[in-house]
């Protein structure tokens, strides 16, 4: 599967951004899909992910209740909308799927992930 990441851009701190992250070759049945993000110099960090099938999701605690990831199945794309951005959230941001079958496990480490995106910069001025 191909994943194609965009809407980033840049933002001041307390605005918003909804990030889509679309799929080709496949749908993403039976999919996890994920967000990450990596800022200069530091580590790529799980950001959420959600369940295609169940739709259930989970968040990390520096971005939950302003984060919100959800799912498009007729466009076949996930989004993150981001509001109450800080120029701590301030990042490349990276779409990333893997097969899950009907499996309902929470993937929050980057390489429980087989397929990424290429990434698209988010940057939050103060």
């Known amino acids: 599967v191909q994943l194609q990441a965009y809407g980033g851009g840049l933002v001041q701190a307390g605005g918003s951004l909804r990030l889509s992250c679309a799929a080709s070759?496949?749908?993403?049945?039976?999919?996890?899909v994920g967000w990450f993000r990596q800022a200069p110099g530091k580590e790529r960090e799980f950001v959420t992910t959600?369940?295609?099938?169940?739709?259930?999701?989970y968040y990390a605690d520096s971005v939950k209740g302003r984060f919100t990831i959800s799912r498009d199945n007729a466009e076949n794309t996930v989004y993150l909308q981001m509001n109450s951005l800080k120029p701590e959230d301030t990042a490349v941001y990276y779409c990333?799927?893997?097969?899950?079958?009907?499996?309902?496990?929470?993937?929050?480490?980057?390489?429980?992930?087989?397929?990424w995106g290429q990434g698209t910069q988010v940057t939050v001025s103060s």
């Open positions: 990333a799927a893997r097969s899950i079958g009907y499996g309902s496990s929470a993937f929050i480490r980057s390489y429980e992930y087989a397929y």
């Open positions: 070759g496949r749908t993403f049945s039976y999919y996890a």
């Open positions: 959600v369940n295609w099938n169940s739709g259930s999701t």
